[in-house]
């Protein structure tokens, strides 16, 4: 079925350390997987996607790795600053069905 | 210039009422969506549209009638408004389906029924 499970649900970390955010998908045929990042009251934003053809994706600080015979796919983001703090959302194509599903979004909090 | 725009920003109605949203993109997208995020955050696909015509259809309840007047626009209409609708209803855009392209969200739309 169409499931994007994302772990965890709240994350909490101190400034200039990394955070690290995993996601699981079901559909082996998904090919192209975002990720947005969502601050409080605003719209999410894509902040780096990653397609099948590559296993890892960096810009800046944010990285993305990805594990198709696993179906995992990780967002990593090291030397965390205060405006990291938000929502973040993995997410995972479903072709067939023309859509994309989303994880249950984590939230990140950056300790001072 | 804002890229996906929904009005009102805020809706505040009585249970039973209808009430609709409004959305416009001026991307020259060809693929338009509507998703609703409820107070946990989830962010579910309600429906999708491509150069105005209805692609996705979620398991929406049949109160709820998205119509797309040309590909620019998509519109969210919902009847008989119940409490459970309260949430922010996100309008999106991207290029020829939502696979290998980019989503962009308009501000969002926070309905509150009382």
């Known amino acids: 079925g169409e499931n994007v499970e994302q772990h965890p649900s709240t994350l909490s970390v101190q400034e200039g350390d990394s955070a690290v955010i995993k996601c699981t998908y079901s559909?082996?045929?998904?090919?192209?997987f975002p990720w947005y990042k969502q601050e409080l009251g605003k719209r999410p934003q894509l902040i780096i996607d990653?397609?099948?053809?590559?296993g890892e994706k960096k810009d800046q600080r944010i990285a993305v790795t990805l594990n198709k015979t696993a179906k995992h796919f990780s967002l990593h983001i090291t030397e965390t600053q205060p405006e990291d703090s938000a929502v973040y959302f993995c997410?995972?194509?479903?072709?067939?069905?023309?859509?994309?599903?989303f994880g249950s979004g984590t939230r990140l909090s950056i300790r001072p | 210039d804002t890229a996906v725009s929904q009005t009102p920003k805020y809706l505040v109605t009585q249970m039973g009422n209808d009430k609709s949203i409004k959305c416009e993109q001026n991307?020259?997208?060809?693929?338009m969506y509507w998703y609703k995020q409820d107070s946990k955050k989830f962010l579910k696909i309600m429906f999708s549209?491509?150069?105005?015509?209805?692609?996705i259809n979620e398991t929406v309840p049949n109160r709820f009638s998205p119509k797309s007047p040309d590909k620019a626009h998509l519109n969210l209409h919902i009847n008989s408004l119940e409490l459970g609708d309260s949430a922010v209803y996100f309008c999106a855009s991207s290029q020829e389906g939502p696979s290998y392209n980019e989503q962009f969200f308009g501000p969002g739309t926070r309905l509150t029924v009382l």
């Open positions: 990653i397609r099948s053809n590559v």
């Open positions: 559909d082996s045929a998904s090919n192209y």
């Open positions: 549209y491509n150069n105005k015509e209805l692609i």
């Open positions: 997410a995972a194509d479903y072709s067939s069905a023309s859509k994309i599903i």
């Open positions: 991307l020259g997208h060809d693929t």
